[in-house]
């Protein structure tokens, strides 16, 4: 019996960039191109797969050009990058990229934490961005991160996200991204403001970016996918964190995602591969499993049949 949430969405893993960004360990391209296949061929139809983040800073992601140009172009049609700046882009273009999130926060705090420039910097070098994006055929989604808080200046006003969504630089971004950074918002924040964002900006695919720091990730994405996101983002057992954002913890889980929404492809086998792919890859890092639905899929209740017990064994 399907029980799909409706509306759905697409679930874009985003273990790649924002789940290995914190753990300080770089993985091998190989490996990551290993996680990037059998992701696809379990059916995720999305994934985030790296970031041109200065390596210095931002080691795990050192490696992340070498990934894209492993990857087939029917590959890195499913596969995301997030840049910062037009040199990013223009790097990620020419590896081989055409789905790229350009990224900045909507306070200035966290923005020159992260990113080293103001808000505005980053909003007045987007149309150069965009430029060169449209003229590589390729997409870019205006990714808006302390879309709900920030670490370093608080709450931020639902104002200063739908400025930025409204800004005539932006033109041209064919999707949103609405970043819950920190993980510090409640369902009725996100679904307002994924609402307002829909009714009050230009029309274009909404994406939702949440934590699960407060234990309300799944409700969260829940609460975005009512109110008209078609995508949100999670990672494979809750990985994940910003290193600029003290007090944010790991991403939501892809595997609670999909649990609650149950997209047609998305069976207990699915969930048994997930489980397995998961479980190698934190023990690979050494991080803990965050992802309740991992657990609940341990059960031995065969009544159950997303309780898929020994076929969740790590490959």
């Not at 990551?32 to 931002?58: F, H, M």
């Not at 926060?105 to 449209?134: C, F, K, V």
């Not at 990672?235 to 290193?243: F, K, Q, R, S, V």
Request: hydrophobic residues 45%; contains cysteine; charged residues 20%.
């Amino acid at each position: 019996m399907s029980f799909a949430f409706a509306p759905n969405a697409r679930l874009r893993d985003v273990t790649l960039r924002d789940g290995l960004q914190l753990t300080g360990k770089l993985l091998p391209a190989e490996r990551k191109v290993e996680i990037v296949r059998r992701l696809l061929a379990v059916g995720v139809p999305a994934l985030e797969i790296g970031s041109l983040a200065r390596p210095d800073k931002v080691p795990p992601m050192a490696n992340t050009l070498d990934v894209v140009r492993a990857l087939t172009a029917e590959e890195l049609a499913s596969c995301w990058l997030w840049v910062a700046t037009p040199k990013h882009v223009s790097l990620a273009l020419e590896a081989g990229a055409r789905n790229l999130q350009y990224c900045f926060s909507a306070s200035d705090s966290h923005n020159l934490a992260n990113i080293g420039r103001t808000t505005e910097t980053s909003l007045a070098a987007m149309p150069e961005a965009l430029a060169l994006a449209q003229e590589a055929g390729a997409q870019v989604e205006l990714c808006i991160a302390t879309s709900f808080t920030c670490p370093f200046e608080g709450p931020v006003p639902p104002e200063r996200v739908l400025a930025i969504a409204n800004d005539p630089r932006a033109e041209g971004a064919q999707g949103i991204v609405i970043c819950d950074t920190l993980g510090q918002a409640v369902p009725a924040q996100v679904a307002g403001l994924v609402s307002r964002v829909r009714e009050e900006s230009p029309t274009r695919e909404i994406v939702y970016h949440g934590h699960d720091t407060w234990g309300l990730g799944v409700a969260n994405a829940l609460a975005a996918i009512q109110e008209g996101a078609a995508m949100v983002d999670g990672a494979l057992g809750g990985l994940g964190g910003c290193p600029f954002a003290p007090g944010a913890s790991g991403n939501t889980s892809s595997e609670d995602i999909l649990f609650a929404t149950r997209p047609d492809w998305f069976t207990p086998e699915t969930l048994a591969e997930l489980v397995g792919l998961s479980a190698s890859l934190l023990g690979d890092l050494g991080e803990p499993n965050r992802s309740r639905a991992a657990q609940g899929a341990r059960s031995s209740a065969s009544a159950f049949e997303w309780a898929v017990g020994s076929q969740h064994t790590p490959k």
